[in-house]
Nanobody, 125 residues
Framework: QVQLVESGGGLVQAGGSLRLSCAASGRTFSSSGMGWFRQAAGKAREFVGA????????IYADSVKGRFAISRDNAKNTVYLQMNSLKPEDTAVYYC??????????????????WGQGTQVTVSS
């Protein structure tokens, strides 16, 4: 069983930065594609970005491209989401997700098997 625990959320002013971390337990982390999703109040969960198992390939939603960056440290079983130039519309609960098998950067939420509990990010204007 893989467990994911996000941290690093908080309140930040527009234009600021935050770095989210997702710590994973389990032996499959280093071979798993990992994703970040977010869900704003009253809205559906949406894809933010994903990274392959080696950390060499990433993909992002158009809304965050150029502002957000995903990285991972397999030695620490941790994936990161660096968020820069934050906007009020980035306000949401952010979730990390992992696959039990498969190392690609998947974009569909239904392709992930494990989810963290989420961390709140609030961007004030």
């Amino acid at each position: 069983q893989v467990q994911l625990v996000e941290s690093g959320g908080g309140l930040v002013q527009a234009g600021g930065s935050l770095r989210l971390s997702c710590a994973a337990s389990g032996r499959t982390f280093s071979s798993s594609g990992m994703g970040w999703f977010r869900q704003a109040a009253g809205k559906a969960r949406e894809f933010v970005g994903a990274i392959d198992w080696r950390g060499s390939s990433t993909i992002y939603a158009d809304s965050v491209k150029g502002r957000f960056a995903i990285s991972r440290d397999n030695a620490k079983n941790t994936v990161y989401l660096q968020m820069n130039s934050l906007k009020p519309e980035d306000t949401a609960v952010y979730y990390c997700a992992g696959r039990s098998i498969g190392g690609y950067p998947y974009t569909g939420a239904n392709l992930y098997d494990y989810w963290g509990q989420g961390t709140q990010v609030t961007v004030s204007s």
